[in-house]
Protein backbone atom coordinates (compact mmCIF):
# COMPACT_ATOMS: atom_id res chain seq x y z
CA UNK A 1 0.00 0.00 0.00
CA UNK A 2 1.43 3.66 -1.08
CA UNK A 3 0.56 6.36 1.15
CA UNK A 4 0.95 10.28 0.04
CA UNK A 5 0.46 11.89 3.23
CA UNK A 6 2.57 14.78 4.81
CA UNK A 7 2.58 16.30 8.15
CA UNK A 8 0.40 18.99 7.00
CA UNK A 9 -2.49 16.37 5.59
CA UNK A 10 -2.79 15.60 9.67
CA UNK A 11 -4.76 18.71 10.41
CA UNK A 12 -8.08 16.82 8.52
CA UNK A 13 -7.40 13.90 10.48
CA UNK A 14 -7.26 15.51 13.65
CA UNK A 15 -10.48 17.51 12.85
CA UNK A 16 -12.42 13.94 11.74
CA UNK A 17 -11.40 12.35 15.11
CA UNK A 18 -11.96 14.89 17.17
CA UNK A 19 -15.68 15.04 15.61
CA UNK A 20 -16.17 11.75 15.47
CA UNK A 21 -15.34 11.51 19.05
CA UNK A 22 -17.81 13.72 20.18
CA UNK A 23 -20.55 12.14 18.18
CA UNK A 24 -20.13 8.71 20.10
CA UNK A 25 -19.99 10.48 23.30
CA UNK A 26 -23.47 12.42 22.44
CA UNK A 27 -25.25 9.56 20.86
CA UNK A 28 -23.45 7.34 24.80
CA UNK A 29 -25.17 10.04 26.86
CA UNK A 30 -28.58 10.33 25.01
CA UNK A 31 -28.88 6.27 24.49
CA UNK A 32 -32.16 6.05 26.53
CA UNK A 33 -33.48 9.53 25.20
CA UNK A 34 -36.09 7.79 22.93
CA UNK A 35 -37.54 10.44 20.57
CA UNK A 36 -40.38 9.79 18.68
CA UNK A 37 -41.13 11.72 15.14
CA UNK A 38 -44.68 12.54 13.84
CA UNK A 39 -46.66 10.54 11.14
CA UNK A 40 -46.56 10.84 7.54
CA UNK A 41 -49.24 9.97 5.03
CA UNK A 42 -48.43 9.32 1.64
CA UNK A 43 -51.25 9.12 -1.07
CA UNK A 44 -51.56 5.53 -2.71
CA UNK A 45 -51.50 5.51 -6.74
CA UNK A 46 -54.55 4.90 -8.75
CA UNK A 47 -56.39 4.93 -5.41
CA UNK A 48 -57.86 7.65 -3.24
CA UNK A 49 -56.37 5.66 -0.29
CA UNK A 50 -54.00 7.26 2.30
CA UNK A 51 -51.00 5.18 3.94
CA UNK A 52 -50.07 6.31 7.07
CA UNK A 53 -46.09 6.18 8.02
CA UNK A 54 -44.71 6.64 11.27
CA UNK A 55 -44.35 6.94 14.30
CA UNK A 56 -40.54 6.07 14.36
CA UNK A 57 -38.47 6.16 17.33
CA UNK A 58 -35.06 6.48 18.21
CA UNK A 59 -32.65 7.00 20.61
CA UNK A 60 -31.78 11.23 20.62
CA UNK A 61 -28.11 10.81 19.91
CA UNK A 62 -28.33 8.60 16.85
CA UNK A 63 -28.74 12.43 15.45
CA UNK A 64 -25.26 12.33 15.11
CA UNK A 65 -24.31 9.37 15.91
CA UNK A 66 -24.34 7.82 11.89
CA UNK A 67 -21.43 10.65 11.51
CA UNK A 68 -19.01 8.27 12.97
CA UNK A 69 -19.20 5.74 10.27
CA UNK A 70 -18.85 8.27 7.25
CA UNK A 71 -15.83 9.69 8.99
CA UNK A 72 -14.32 6.09 9.30
CA UNK A 73 -15.14 5.55 5.51
CA UNK A 74 -13.51 9.16 4.54
CA UNK A 75 -10.39 8.45 6.87
CA UNK A 76 -10.03 4.52 5.70
CA UNK A 77 -10.14 6.31 1.68
CA UNK A 78 -7.70 9.05 2.58
CA UNK A 79 -5.56 7.57 5.07
CA UNK A 80 -5.96 3.22 4.36
CA UNK A 81 -6.94 0.90 6.49
CA UNK A 82 -4.16 1.15 9.26
CA UNK A 83 -4.75 4.52 9.76
CA UNK A 84 -8.83 3.83 9.76
CA UNK A 85 -8.47 0.96 12.58
CA UNK A 86 -6.37 3.24 14.85
CA UNK A 87 -9.12 5.47 14.29
CA UNK A 88 -11.13 2.88 15.78
CA UNK A 89 -9.02 2.33 18.89
CA UNK A 90 -9.12 6.53 19.67
CA UNK A 91 -12.63 5.88 19.44
CA UNK A 92 -12.91 3.11 22.11
CA UNK A 93 -10.36 4.29 24.27
CA UNK A 94 -12.17 7.97 24.68
CA UNK A 95 -15.66 6.15 25.39
CA UNK A 96 -13.64 4.16 27.74
CA UNK A 97 -11.93 7.01 29.80
CA UNK A 98 -15.55 8.78 29.97
CA UNK A 99 -17.28 5.98 30.79
CA UNK A 100 -14.21 5.31 34.18
CA UNK A 101 -14.31 9.02 34.88
CA UNK A 102 -17.91 9.14 35.09
CA UNK A 103 -18.46 6.29 37.33
CA UNK A 104 -15.81 6.90 39.32
CA UNK A 105 -17.09 11.30 40.12
CA UNK A 106 -19.98 9.66 40.56
CA UNK A 107 -19.43 8.05 42.87
CA UNK A 108 -17.31 10.31 45.02
CA UNK A 109 -18.87 11.18 48.39
CA UNK A 110 -20.29 14.94 48.23
CA UNK A 111 -20.91 17.36 51.49
CA UNK A 112 -25.06 17.44 52.08
CA UNK A 113 -25.09 20.37 52.83
CA UNK A 114 -24.68 22.53 49.67
CA UNK A 115 -27.68 23.98 47.57
CA UNK A 116 -26.47 21.66 44.75
CA UNK A 117 -27.66 18.62 47.16
CA UNK A 118 -30.66 20.66 48.19
CA UNK A 119 -32.10 21.26 44.40
CA UNK A 120 -31.63 17.56 43.50
CA UNK A 121 -28.75 17.67 41.19
CA UNK A 122 -27.38 14.68 42.62
CA UNK A 123 -30.59 12.34 41.50
CA UNK A 124 -30.35 14.27 38.20
CA UNK A 125 -26.43 12.81 37.48
CA UNK A 126 -27.36 9.61 38.85
CA UNK A 127 -29.77 9.29 36.19
CA UNK A 128 -27.96 10.28 33.48
CA UNK A 129 -24.60 8.61 34.44
CA UNK A 130 -26.13 5.62 36.57
CA UNK A 131 -25.20 3.43 33.73
CA UNK A 132 -22.04 4.92 31.99
CA UNK A 133 -20.57 1.63 32.78
CA UNK A 134 -23.44 -0.86 31.02
CA UNK A 135 -23.49 1.66 28.16
CA UNK A 136 -19.97 1.79 27.50
CA UNK A 137 -19.57 -1.99 27.53
CA UNK A 138 -22.42 -1.54 25.11
CA UNK A 139 -20.83 1.01 22.55
CA UNK A 140 -17.44 -0.50 23.04
CA UNK A 141 -18.23 -3.91 21.81
CA UNK A 142 -20.77 -2.87 18.96
CA UNK A 143 -18.37 0.00 17.50
CA UNK A 144 -15.38 -2.32 17.53
CA UNK A 145 -16.74 -5.12 15.51
CA UNK A 146 -19.43 -3.00 13.77
CA UNK A 147 -16.27 -0.49 12.43
CA UNK A 148 -13.79 -2.64 11.65
CA UNK A 149 -16.26 -4.70 9.44
CA UNK A 150 -17.01 -1.42 7.91
CA UNK A 151 -13.77 -0.49 7.29
CA UNK A 152 -13.04 -3.51 5.78
CA UNK A 153 -15.66 -3.95 3.50
CA UNK A 154 -15.19 -0.46 1.83
CA UNK A 155 -11.85 -1.40 1.14
CA UNK A 156 -12.27 -4.91 -0.40
CA UNK A 157 -15.00 -3.18 -2.61
CA UNK A 158 -12.28 -0.08 -3.50
CA UNK A 159 -10.90 -2.97 -4.81
CA UNK A 160 -12.90 -4.18 -6.60
CA UNK A 161 -13.97 -1.06 -8.03
CA UNK A 162 -10.93 0.14 -8.83
CA UNK A 163 -11.60 2.90 -6.29
CA UNK A 164 -14.64 4.45 -7.82
CA UNK A 165 -18.16 4.86 -6.40
CA UNK A 166 -17.08 5.81 -3.14
CA UNK A 167 -21.14 7.17 -2.56
CA UNK A 168 -22.32 3.51 -2.75
CA UNK A 169 -19.27 1.79 -1.04
CA UNK A 170 -19.89 3.81 1.63
CA UNK A 171 -23.39 3.46 1.97
CA UNK A 172 -23.31 -0.01 1.54
CA UNK A 173 -20.54 -0.72 3.94
CA UNK A 174 -21.99 1.83 6.76
CA UNK A 175 -25.31 -0.11 6.15
CA UNK A 176 -24.04 -3.22 7.25
CA UNK A 177 -21.98 -1.82 10.21
CA UNK A 178 -24.94 -0.03 11.97
CA UNK A 179 -27.01 -2.97 11.34
CA UNK A 180 -24.59 -5.17 13.57
CA UNK A 181 -24.08 -1.87 15.72
CA UNK A 182 -27.75 -1.64 16.43
CA UNK A 183 -27.64 -5.95 17.27
CA UNK A 184 -25.42 -5.55 19.24
CA UNK A 185 -25.26 -2.29 21.24
CA UNK A 186 -28.60 -2.73 21.72
CA UNK A 187 -29.23 -6.46 23.39
CA UNK A 188 -26.59 -5.37 25.81
CA UNK A 189 -28.40 -1.56 26.86
CA UNK A 190 -31.49 -2.53 25.85
CA UNK A 191 -31.74 -6.11 27.55
CA UNK A 192 -33.81 -5.76 30.60
CA UNK A 193 -34.91 -1.81 30.14
CA UNK A 194 -37.44 -2.69 27.48
CA UNK A 195 -39.94 -5.05 26.52
CA UNK A 196 -38.59 -7.74 23.40
CA UNK A 197 -41.37 -6.31 21.41
CA UNK A 198 -40.11 -2.70 21.80
CA UNK A 199 -36.54 -3.37 21.43
CA UNK A 200 -37.26 -4.70 17.94
CA UNK A 201 -39.13 -1.59 16.87
CA UNK A 202 -36.53 0.37 17.99
CA UNK A 203 -33.66 -1.62 16.68
CA UNK A 204 -35.85 -1.68 13.06
CA UNK A 205 -36.30 2.30 13.52
CA UNK A 206 -32.81 3.01 14.00
CA UNK A 207 -31.46 0.83 10.89
CA UNK A 208 -33.89 2.63 8.84
CA UNK A 209 -33.09 5.82 10.26
CA UNK A 210 -29.35 5.33 10.08
CA UNK A 211 -29.43 3.98 6.37
CA UNK A 212 -31.66 7.34 5.38
CA UNK A 213 -28.96 9.30 7.66
CA UNK A 214 -26.06 7.48 5.78
CA UNK A 215 -27.31 7.70 2.53
CA UNK A 216 -27.74 12.10 2.75
CA UNK A 217 -24.25 11.98 4.57
CA UNK A 218 -22.49 9.93 2.42
CA UNK A 219 -23.09 12.83 -0.77
CA UNK A 220 -20.95 15.74 0.88
CA UNK A 221 -18.26 13.17 2.42
CA UNK A 222 -17.83 11.76 -1.49
CA UNK A 223 -17.09 15.55 -2.31
CA UNK A 224 -14.74 16.07 0.26
CA UNK A 225 -13.29 12.59 -0.59
CA UNK A 226 -13.03 14.00 -4.46
CA UNK A 227 -11.42 17.43 -3.33
CA UNK A 228 -8.68 15.97 -1.37
CA UNK A 229 -8.13 13.35 -3.70
CA UNK A 230 -7.25 16.29 -6.25
CA UNK A 231 -4.94 17.52 -3.60
CA UNK A 232 -2.83 14.72 -3.90
CA UNK A 233 -4.54 13.00 -1.03
CA UNK A 234 -5.27 8.88 -0.78
CA UNK A 235 -3.95 5.90 -1.20
CA UNK A 236 -3.67 2.93 -3.81
CA UNK A 237 -3.97 -0.62 -2.46
CA UNK A 238 -2.17 -3.45 -3.84
CA UNK A 239 -4.10 -6.07 -1.65
CA UNK A 240 -7.08 -6.78 0.73
CA UNK A 241 -6.64 -5.81 4.28
CA UNK A 242 -7.07 -7.55 6.65
CA UNK A 243 -9.51 -7.67 9.81
CA UNK A 244 -6.58 -8.43 12.69
CA UNK A 245 -5.81 -5.66 15.19
CA UNK A 246 -2.76 -3.84 14.74
CA UNK A 247 0.29 -4.51 16.80
CA UNK A 248 1.25 -1.70 19.35
Known amino acids: MQTNIKPTDLRL ?24 TGTWSIHIPWTDGLMAIGPFHFPGGFIVFPMSYVLSDI ?37 AHLDLNKAKMLPAYQALFGKSLRLCVGF ?21 VKG ?25 IYTGVLSFGHYLILTLDI ?6 YTAIAAYPARILVNLM ?6 VQYQHVPSLSIPQT
Do not use: D
Open 229 to 234: KQKGYG
Open 13 to 36: LTFLAVFSSCCMLIAMIFAYKVIQ
Open 140 to 160: VCGLFISLLINIYIINKWRIL
Open 164 to 188: KYFWLRSVGSSTIGEGMFSVVCGFI
Open 75 to 111: VAELYGPKMARHFVWLLVFCMIFFSIIAFCILHLPSP
Open 207 to 212: WLFKLI
